[in-house]
């Protein structure tokens, strides 16, 4: 490429990167007198809905007609000699012609020359900009893969329908073209079926720890509002209905439902009850057929999601019903699978017979494979690639969306100790970029068209709200969005960033919330900075990008000072230091305060092991147990706070609300500056509070703190309370204190006194 056509490719902001580009020279400019016209009733559809939304950003009219004459051209060409969904689209300075096989194609012309226009284009309200100009490029592009999937999760937390609409309208601008609707789970039934008005009337609604009732469900009538509103942006939602597992709020709807048939609790925690549907029942199969049939009418695409993941086998062992199924069907442990795996193997494929007589295909979880796949059957790998490998080598179709390699959008973005609360692990914007749909072994045994697609999933359980929802999204999505649109050799992750700016500026127009990468202090990131000659403060961030801070006690704006290299302290400071987009916005601000301190002075213990002390009662924070009555109970270690009650699979019932409090002695190797980390809820050291994580989620301490410790031994009291804030049972905490030297990255158990 000539350097000119180097710098012009520069300031295409395209996601995902189209198949071929030329960027020309020029640029076609939009103004009140541009028209669309169009080559037919398919092609008016996407020119109205363009002309809608450009309307509303430029206030120019833009009117739309089929005679031919127009400066925005969109052609529907069956004979064009594109793959589906594919398009050209050529810009020059007089005119814009997009060509395609189908109304898809031209939908995705259509965004590509939007994403040529200035991110202000996606206003929904007047801009007053003096030229509205797309650089003159000739683009032919196509997918890669015809499914390129998001997941959402409204049964841990509900999302309104307005919310979901957005996410569509957003998405569909990057090309993004299946919704996986997971509609329900054990925590909340979200689709009415006018069959069974209890799956929403009561699984719709839970009532949390803190007493305040969650929920809500989308009508029937709702859902094909939002199936219309994704259908003109061409996107098509694939239900889920979870079926045999994580079906808890229907088994409270309707307690016949499962093996048991007892009444059941409100599951207003994260985790999976082994309570789950019988499939020893006729019942539950009718069941099962009235809700397909239902749910089937409602989405006319052609696959249906049974869920099948994570199913608890444990009842169906106990069950006769279950027990009679398994004689009469001949299932026998053998080397495929128990036999209650093939247990699920048959309740499977008999739903695979219910969605064949509604014209649907069903997709489900990896493990649908257990105890053998349904003949038709498509598998969306969540579990790694193995069972998607397994699936593609026997002829079926398969999603790709492996946790682990990036797909997951609940996990962690950027450092735990700074990020919100999530469920854990980590993926980066580099991270999920990074991830290939095709794993080499089926390139290798011609299977890699059974690779349909690849998906990202967002569980909700630690998105509290929607604005949390979509940080844990957005960017990340975009990252999906060229995975699964752009060819391979075509991926560039640095430039890829480049263009995140200009998405996340569309973001902002839409009313979407998104990551920025937060300041991360290098060697671990904590807020409460003690030391004894000087602290060093070095920061880094996910991906490039400027920081800027202050130390006067104002907010830093864009404009702050620049962070270039490893800050010194010698004295007390309260730094506040953000990350800052190339466009100005900047990220959530970190406060942390650096204290000058001499080590605190060993003691000599007055006791020896652990002195542990419990109160009975429903607390959420230290605070609340302050009159408790104590008494004293036995510890071996500080793990034993949280052991002083057992927790089974079916938590609600079986959570145990006490506090418990533990004094002991432990000692450091060397004089110096020590950081502690626990997810109990406070830690004193030598009588000052050090940790505090009242009323948090206590997952992933995110209150870290630096004490400066006198070689030998030193006081530690802890406070454990057993209590569910947030859907998290703290009973599944390990009551630990960790230490680590400030200068290490390692953090070890403290070491008790014994
Ligand atoms: C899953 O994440 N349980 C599919
Ligand atoms: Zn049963």
Redesign the pocket.
């Known amino acids: 490429m000539k350097l000119i056509a180097i710098l012009a490719a520069a300031l295409i902001n395209i996601i995902p990167s189209p198949v071929e580009m030329q960027v020309k020279d020029g640029c076609f400019k939009l103004g009140p007198e541009t028209s669309f016209c169009v080559s037919d009733s398919q092609a008016l559809g996407v020119a109205e809905f363009m002309s809608s939304k450009l309307s509303a950003s430029t206030g120019f009219r833009l009117p739309v007609s089929e005679c031919g004459k127009g400066d925005i051209a969109l052609v529907l060409d069956p004979e064009s000699g594109l793959p589906r969904e594919g398009y050209t689209l050529e810009v020059t300075k007089d005119r814009v012609v997009a060509t395609a096989p189908d109304a898809a194609g031209l939908f995705y012309a259509m965004q590509s020359f939007l994403q040529l226009l200035p991110p202000c284009a996606d206003s929904r309200v007047k801009v007053d900009l003096k030229t509205w100009t797309a650089p003159c490029v000739s683009i032919r592009d196509y997918p890669r893969f015809g499914w390129r999937g998001f997941h959402v999760d409204p049964c841990r937390h509900f999302m309104t329908v307005e919310e979901t609409k957005r996410q569509i309208d957003m998405l569909s601008e990057y090309k993004v073209n299946v919704m996986h609707w997971h509609l329900t789970d054990d925590q909340g039934w979200r689709i009415e079926i006018k069959k069974y008005p209890r799956l929403t009337e009561v699984g719709g609604w839970r009532t949390e720890f803190d007493g305040s009732v969650h929920g809500g469900f989308y009508t029937q009538e709702e859902i094909r509002d939002v199936v219309a509103y994704a259908a003109e942006r061409f996107v098509t939602i694939v239900p889920e209905i979870e079926m045999p597992g994580h079906s808890f709020a229907a088994i409270r709807a309707y307690p016949w439902l499962s093996c048991l048939n007892v009444p059941v609790w409100d599951f207003g925690v994260w985790g999976s009850p082994d309570i789950v549907l019988c499939p020893g029942s006729e019942r539950v199969f009718r069941f099962l057929d009235d809700v397909a049939a239902e749910v089937s009418a409602l989405f006319p695409g052609e696959y249906f999601h049974i869920g099948g ?2 199913c608890q086998k444990t009842k169906w062992k106990e069950c006769d019903a279950c027990q009679a199924r398994i004689r009469q069907e001949g299932l026998v442990s053998d080397e495929e699978g128990t036999a209650e795996e093939k247990l699920q193997s048959y309740a499977v494929k008999r739903m695979e017979g219910i969605l064949a007589k509604y014209g649907k295909k069903l997709i489900g ?1 990896d493990e649908i494979l257990e105890g053998g796949l349904s003949p038709n059957a498509a598998v969306m790998s ?1 579990r790694g690639e193995k069972g998607g490998i397994k699936s593609a080598l026997a002829g079926h179709c398969v999603v790709m969306t492996p ?1 682990h390699d990036g797909l ?1 959008l609940d996990h962690f973005q950027g450092d735990p100790k700074v990020e919100p609360v999530s469920i854990g692990n980590y993926t980066t914007l580099e991270k999920i970029y990074g991830y290939n749909p095709v794993p080499e072994v089926l390139v290798q045994n011609g299977k890699a068209e059974y690779v349909i697609g690849v998906q990202a ?1 967002t ?1 909700s359980e630690y998105l509290y709200s929607i604005a949390q929802r979509e940080y844990m999204m957005y960017p990340r999505i975009f990252a999906l969005a060229e995975i699964a649109w752009t060819p391979l050799e075509n991926k560039d992750f640095k430039d890829f960033c480049r263009r995140v700016d200009d998405a996340c500026q569309r973001a902002d127009y839409h009313g979407i919330n998104y990551h920025i990468p937060l300041p991360e202090q290098v060697g671990g990131s904590y807020d409460n900075v003690v030391f004894t000659d000087k602290a060093v403060l070095e920061f880094k961030t996910t991906r490039p990008m400027r920081m800027v801070y202050t130390l006067d006690g104002s907010v830093p704006t864009a404009s702050s000072k620049q962070y270039r290299k490893a800050l010194e302290f010698t004295s007390d400071a309260t730094l506040r230091i953000a990350s800052v987009t190339t466009y100005g916005k900047l990220s959530p601000v970190r406060t942390i305060t650096i204290r000058k301190t001499l080590p605190a002075k060993a003691v000599t213990p007055s006791f020896t092991g652990i002195r542990a002390r419990r109160a009975d009662g429903r607390f959420i924070t230290p605070q609340d147990c302050k009159d408790a009555v104590w008494y004293e109970v036995k510890a071996g270690t500080l793990r034993d706070l949280s052991n002083l009650e057992k927790l089974d699979k079916n938590m609600p019932p079986s959570v145990r609300f006490y506090a418990s409090k533990a004094e002991a002695y432990f000692s450091v190797p060397e004089t110096g500056v020590y950081v502690f980390s626990s997810d109990c809820d406070q830690v004193f050291i030598d009588g000052a509070l050090v940790i505090d994580n009242s009323g948090e989620v206590k997952r992933f301490s995110r209150h870290d703190g630096g004490v400066a410790l006198e070689k030998g031994c030193h006081s530690v009291e802890v406070v454990f309370i057993s209590n569910v804030i947030g859907g998290w049972t703290s009973l599944r905490n390990k009551s630990e204190v960790y230490i680590r030297p400030v200068s290490s990255e390692k953090s070890q158990l403290i070491s008790i006194v014994k």
Request: glycine share 0%; no cysteine; charged share 25%.
């Open positions: 993941d994570e979880w969540w946790s997951y999933n569980w």
